[in-house]
């Protein structure tokens, strides 16, 4: 069983930047990739990030491509997003996952956090 717990949300101005934290703990949550997803209201919970236990960061949508840095700390068994330029279309429920991935894809969520309320005020 992997616990997964998100932290750094909160109000931002459209063009700041916010960072997201989350902490994996139990079982074999070294392992997993560890991803971020967010989730406005009304539409389906959408891929942001990953990065694998070995430091390889998959691919990022264009939405965030740019703006968005995801990194991961094995030490503290925390990976991170910092967003950059952020815009009020970013605004969601953000989910930390730990999954699994098929090549550079994300094929599988194991674990989620409980989500982190992220909201950019134009």
């Not at 079982?27 to 236990?53: M, N």
């Not at 998959?58 to 965030?64: A, C, G, I, K, R």
């Not at 952020?86 to 429920?93: F, I, L, N, Q």
Request: with cysteine; aromatic share 10%.
């Amino acid at each position: 069983q992997v616990q997964l717990v998100e932290s750094g949300g909160g109000l931002v101005q459209a063009g700041g930047s916010l960072t997201l934290s989350c902490a994996a703990s139990g079982g074999t949550s070294g392992l997993y990739t560890l991803g971020w997803f967010h989730q406005a209201p009304g539409k389906e919970r959408e891929f942001v990030a990953a990065i694998r236990w070995t430091g390889t960061v998959l691919s990022y949508p264009d939405s965030v491509k740019g703006r968005f840095t995801v990194s991961r700390d094995n030490a503290k068994n925390t990976v991170y997003l910092q967003m950059n330029s952020v815009k009020p279309e970013d605004t969601a429920v953000y989910y930390c996952a730990a999954g699994i991935t098929r090549g550079t894809v994300w094929s599988r969520s194991d674990y989620w956090g409980q989500g982190t309320q992220v909201t950019v005020s134009s």
